[in-house]
């Protein structure tokens, strides 16, 4: 962990004095006025109130990317010091949670695919889908009916892309229209980037026993 990173973390942890007396009217505020009262403020003691209620959350989503519980933890707290930084913009078009689970799935897969050496996505299940294929459209409750610890296996083996769109979706559940919000593409392009993302998690699905 670099010095830069723990002075941060000491600093969003260890509040002083004058700021605990005001704690308890930053509890009441929502998500959004928070955040635009730490843009006013670039106060990073403020922005640790938003950092105690989204850690956890974070550190979920980052495992699923790691190789580790460190490096999930490592991971986790990148994504809070590049928040700090682009936290102004955020726009409010989205819940601001759905907004933090798509900047910190960005995160996750740009380290991946600049940290190819370690193997998270050369272990990927390359699987050509034909052109026939993509005709019909793959039902939501195909996934739905899918069994969790072969749905577990199969987001390990599609790419970091595929993953992070579907997790959006459907764990999540930010809408086509966030979507075109988060990932500034037509709703067209969403659509279909959902539509294969789908059939080639349930192709990979199929193959595993």
């Known amino acids: 962990m670099t010095f830069f990173k723990k002075l941060f973390l000491i600093l969003i942890s260890n509040p002083d004095k004058a700021f605990l007396e005001k704690e308890d009217f930053y509890v ?3 998500d959004e006025e928070l955040v635009k009262q730490i843009v006013a403020d670039n ?3 403020l922005f640790g109130k938003l950092y105690d209620r989204y850690a956890k959350m974070v550190y979920n989503k980052c495992y699923g990317f790691a190789k580790s519980a460190d490096e999930a933890e490592d991971l986790t707290q990148d994504v809070f010091l590049q928040l700090f930084i682009k936290l102004r913009t955020f726009k409010g078009k ?3 949670s759905t907004w933090l689970y798509s900047f910190t799935y960005n995160f996750c897969v740009n380290y991946v695919n600049r940290n190819k050496q370690r193997k998270i996505r050369d272990k990927s299940v390359q699987v050509e889908v034909s052109e026939h294929k993509l005709t019909e459209e793959v039902p939501d409750e195909s ?3 899918m069994k969790a610890d072969k749905l577990k296996k199969c987001l390990k083996l599609i790419s970091v892309e595929d993953k992070s769109i579907l997790l959006l979706k459907y764990q999540d559940g930010a809408s086509v229209k966030e979507l075109v919000t988060l990932m500034e593409i037509g709703e067209s392009a969403v659509k279909m980037r959902l539509k294969r993302a789908k059939e080639r998690l349930l192709e990979i699905y199929n193959t595993l026993e």
């Open 43 to 45: 106060d990073p003691m």
């Open 94 to 96: 989205s819940k601001f």
């Open 143 to 145: 996934l739905y009916e």
């Open 28 to 30: 009441h505020l929502s």
